[in-house]
């Protein structure tokens, strides 16, 4: 993001959908990578009165106004936002679907509730600057890569062997299947080791399956359920009807007592 920004374009369409994971032959690491561009445009070009566009829940509040401002490459950072909170969550920060519902609501409140589940407060920090609504207070790509998250002691410390091993090999040869290395390549916070994917994955895949036994065995519990409930309906049933022979008509009665006293 920062790479593309820095050429003083614009995406416009930042979200999980188009970012793409790449991992070059023989390389060991693992890349991000944007796509479509088909929304792209200079910075300086937009016209905010023309560039409506975007995916809604990534959109930022500055498109979304009535009468908006200058447009700028900070609506980027407010989707890569969205992007990261969706990746950690699985949920958006608002759970809308219209356009006017989304207008309406950055009306009424300044910034995103913190999710339960990042607990990490350096995170947090970083993500509250991502998703600030005022546009000339959010913080920059370049800036951002120099946030805390990335540079403290605990980050530096929360590299793994095999991230600085890529990081110092870049320093010193060429990189397989990459044909133009950059000083991100040799920043080993910024490298993820293929393997790490690959255990993310084996790792989600086991989860799913376990969430299909899951839900496989409670269908079986419904069914089984069913069952028990049919047969108990069945039964009172078929006491309801050998009842029902014993309980003879008022008239049948009457019949059957006077041909006894005849």
Same mark, same amino acid.
């Given at each position: 993001?920062?790479? *593309? ?15 793409? !994971?790449?991992?070059? @032959? ?26 409506? %566009?975007?995916?809604? @829940?990534?959109?930022?509040? =500055?498109? +979304?106004?009535?009468?908006? =401002? ?5 609506? &980027?950072?407010?989707?890569?936002? /969205?992007?990261?909170? %969706? ?5 958006? @920060?608002?759970? +809308?679907?219209?356009? $006017? ?21 350096? +995170?947090?920090? !970083?993500?509250?600057?991502? +998703? ?10 370049? &800036? #951002? !890569?120099?946030? @805390? $998250?990335?540079?403290?002691?605990? #980050?530096? #410390? ?9 990081? &110092?090999? #870049? ?12 000083? *991100? ?6 490298? /993820? ?6 255990? *993310? ?18 269908? /079986? =519990? ?37 041909? *006894? /006293?005849?």
């Amino acid at each position: 993001m920062q790479i *593309f920004h820095a050429a003083g374009l614009v995406h416009w369409d930042i979200k999980c959908d188009n970012i793409l !994971l790449h991992c070059p @032959p023989r390389s060991g690491r693992v890349y991000s990578k944007i796509s479509d561009f088909g929304l792209s445009n200079l910075e300086n070009t937009l016209d905010p009165l023309k560039y409506f %566009r975007g995916t809604l @829940p990534y959109m930022a509040p =500055e498109i +979304l106004n009535k009468s908006p =401002e200058r447009i700028t490459q900070k609506v &980027d950072i407010f989707s890569l936002g /969205v992007t990261m909170i %969706r990746l950690l969550t699985h949920k958006y @920060p608002l759970n +809308l679907i219209q356009t $006017y519902e989304f207008r309406k609501k950055y009306q009424e409140i300044n910034r995103f509730d913190r999710p339960k589940e990042i607990q990490d407060d350096i +995170l947090w920090d !970083l993500l509250s600057q991502m +998703l600030e609504f005022n546009a000339d207070k959010r913080i920059s790509a370049s &800036d #951002a !890569l120099q946030h @805390p $998250y990335f540079t403290s002691p605990e #980050a530096l #410390a929360d590299i793994s062997p095999e991230q600085q091993k890529l990081a &110092d090999e #870049a320093k010193i040869q060429e990189i397989p299947g990459i044909q133009n290395k950059s000083i *991100f390549d040799e920043d080993p916070t910024l490298v /993820v080791p293929e393997h790490e994917i690959q255990q *993310f994955f084996e790792e989600e895949i086991l989860n799913n399956q376990r969430i299909q036994i899951t839900q496989s065995e409670s269908v /079986v =519990e419904i069914q089984e359920s069913i069952y028990v409930n049919n047969d108990e309906d069945t039964k009172e049933g078929k006491q309801e009807e050998i009842k029902q022979p014993q309980e003879l008509p008022d008239i049948i009665k009457t019949r059957q007592k006077n041909n *006894f /006293v005849s």
